[in-house]
């Protein structure tokens, strides 16, 4: 059986580059050529929808970059032309990130009629001096502005991104950052480290003063404690929710499921009939991804994923879940029974590092989870 299908769609430009982000997004705002991306977007989904062959797309991710850079009325076209190519799912999540401060008034209505249902907002922090160290170019007023509005605009379904152990951030600084987003009210929040990836203007020159990994972990298990009391479900390292609103997109993604992958430098997986899976991606540059686009030959190149390899791609994903998986889930997904699996599991128990719950489900303990780069590892072929 296949697994479920996503459909992610990179859109690259941004105001200006933030100096912690390692995302393909580039500097471009006004002067981007936002008419001949959607067009390009247009080849680039008649191609996925023939890798799609009628299966049904259970959920749309549009990020970037600044989506919402783009117009609704572009934003439409897009989807329209999703539409044209690809079977979707009547109740499909569609999200849209957006930033606060590109999010011009009343545009947040439009971007819901055309078809956009679930939105992520890149609050970061609700402090003004430190959304200037984080090179963001709205402040915590814009953040307020654009969550009413997008209430206001009909979305049920609401995420907020907040970052922590910030530059010169102590645990006072980072708690009162997590009280004014639960006052806030989203049913979703992504609340995440900020690290110094490679390529990234911080990890070319590191801003002083970032919380060590003492201070790190307590400003986590304060503040993770604090979004548990207001009602927020921990289901994933850095996701919490209330009922009924996990994205589901980053779910499928995490539990090992198929992802078509359109625009500059977006990523693919899809699985074949026969069990054979492939992983794919489009040229990272825009310029060359519309040029790219253009051409007789889009198809890209599909690289198969190794039959050794699968086991620590699920484990890679799975494990990043509260509720880790399932015997029969490991087996379906990568085709391996799970002797393939079972010594490891069983010294990562010993070791604290992982749990049996009711009969075949795995899931990280808390040790687990805090060093959980070191159990991912340990099922690398």
């Not at 023939?50 to 600044?66: K, M, N």
């Not at 001096?129 to 009413?148: S, T, Y």
């Amino acid at each position: 059986m296949l697994p479920p299908l996503s459909l992610y769609i990179h859109l690259p430009w941004c105001v200006r580059k933030c100096p912690y982000c390692d995302f393909n997004s580039h500097r471009a705002g006004d002067r981007a050529p936002k008419a001949r991306y959607v067009a390009a977007l247009r080849h680039d989904l008649q191609n996925e929808g023939a890798l799609a062959d009628g299966r049904t797309v259970e959920s749309i991710f549009l990020g970037g970059g600044t989506p919402s850079l783009f117009t609704p009325d572009e934003i439409g076209q897009v989807l329209d032309d999703c539409r044209s190519v690809l079977r979707i799912s009547d109740n499909c999540e569609i999200t849209m990130e957006a930033n606060p401060g590109t999010v011009e008034r009343g545009a947040l209505s439009h971007y819901r009629q055309v078809g956009i249902s679930r939105l992520s907002l890149g609050a970061q922090s609700f402090d003004a001096e430190m959304l200037k160290v984080l090179g963001r170019i709205h402040g915590p007023d814009d953040i307020r502005v654009a969550f009413d509005e997008a209430v206001a605009a009909g979305f049920d379904s609401i995420n907020v991104d907040l970052m922590f152990a910030l530059p010169g951030q102590g645990l006072s600084a980072a708690v009162s950052d997590i009280d004014a987003l639960v006052a806030l009210g989203p049913p979703h929040i992504s609340y995440y480290q900020l690290t110094l990836e490679p390529n990234t203007v911080f990890h070319q020159r590191p801003p002083p003063n970032i919380p060590g990994d003492e201070l790190a972990w307590d400003i986590q298990q304060e503040c993770h404690a604090r979004l548990e009391q207001a009602g927020y479900t921990k289901y994933e390292i850095s996701a919490f929710a209330r009922p009924q609103h996990q994205c589901s997109h980053n779910l499928n993604y995490w539990s090992f499921g198929d992802y078509l992958a359109a625009g500059a430098g977006a990523h693919g997986k899809i699985t074949r009939a026969g069990g054979s899976a492939y992983r794919y991606k489009k040229p990272a540059n825009p310029l060359a991804y519309m040029e790219w686009a253009e051409s007789d030959d889009a198809l890209g190149t599909m690289q198969r994923i190794e039959e050794n390899d699968k086991g620590f791609e699920f484990m890679l994903n799975k494990l990043r879940l509260s509720d880790g998986f399932t015997e029969s889930e490991f087996t379906a997904r990568t085709g391996q029974g799970i002797a393939k699996i079972e010594a490891t599991l069983v010294r990562a128990e010993a070791d604290g590092l992982i749990e049996r719950r009711e009969s075949d489900r795995w899931r990280p303990t808390a040790t687990g989870f805090r060093l959980l780069n070191d159990l991912q590892a340990r099922f690398l072929p």
